[in-house]
DNA sequence: TGATAATTGTTATGGACCATATCAAATATC
DNA sequence: GATATTTGATATGGTCCATAACAATTATCA
């Protein structure tokens, strides 16, 4: 596995390699055999999150919004009054990685540190109304724009199988 | 979307976020509810992709190869003689981020460079024995500890779906 | 109650990975 | 034969991830 991000103009893309052959005499350079490469799990789920994410990033373009940061958003909005450990946590990321991901997000008043008075360490966070009305927008482009093309790509059945399938992984593997 | 792979002992571990609730009085911190985000392609990917390399990783601890490493071993040995850029690109490795891994591999002694005699800029790419032997062990690692899993967790035909799907999304996204 | 331990948000720091610019050597192009 | 292109390489900066450590606050419990 591998295969990186790789803006739009880069050269880098990595399904047409071998191209660019001589039209000259010397036998040209043949497209490589991917092989066993194909059907290796690990090798094809990251091109495809890779994929994803860029597109995602595409789609999310007017609002400045990265998976991450939707995630976080998301999940404030649905568990409102719980703090910076609870929420990152519950996404994968580690406490000091959070800080300066709400630096961001609070910055861009899209949401707020409140501190608990229950709890004095602790920083409650909430969506602010221009967060919450961000987040509608963004949920709309991602729907229309972004989830909808795997319909177009799989159908509905085929959708919901992978993301099952995926969520399972994820799980108990 | 986020999550981070987070190593084996971390206190970070994403699913059982809202843990330690207090037995005392105050109510107890409940599980947050991740709503829409476990629907998300991106998320559920992302997750399931850490998984399988977390997994990956650990099949080949006793042969030291990151995922990367072996879909560069699996690229040379299906295709031999090509040069550093081909690989590379093949895999949407960048040529300047390729160089240090193979300097890697070569200290171990698993691939070798050898000087184009028809083109004396490039750098043919070939396994040496010691590589193809690796490689095999690597093989066989992959297909009983790491992909046997997927058989496990999902079933052949269900397997087989995923790979495609995901085939299809890295290809048509 | 008061000493000690644990938790929360934070800073600092280092590593891994990714991307761009640039270079010398070699080759292609015209 | 002058100029442009390609190849491998170096240097460098950015982003993301992980760990250690710290001050403030709270929990524990002797």
Redesign the interface.
Known sequence: ????R?AEK??????D??KGRKDAG?LQ?EA??????????????????????E??LRCMASLQLT??Q???L??V???PG?NQT??????????P?FVAMLDNLESRDLCARIRST?DRRSHILVLTDKGKAVLARA?KL?ATK??A??ND??GQA?RE???G?????????
Chains 1, 2 share one sequence.
């Open positions: 596995m591998t295969v990186s790789t880069s050269s880098e893309k990595p399904a390699a071998g010397e350079t490589l055999q991917l092989g066993e490469l194909s059907e290796q799990l690990g090798y094809v789920l990251k091109r495809a999150q890779l994929k994803v994410f597109n995602f998976p991450a939707f995630s976080v998301l999940l909005e649905k568990n719980r609870e929420i990152a946590s519950t996404l994968g990321i580690l406490r990685n229950n949920k991602v972004h989830e093309r795997l790509l799989l085929n199988a992978l993301i399938m995926l969520a399972k992984i994820a799980n108990e593997f």
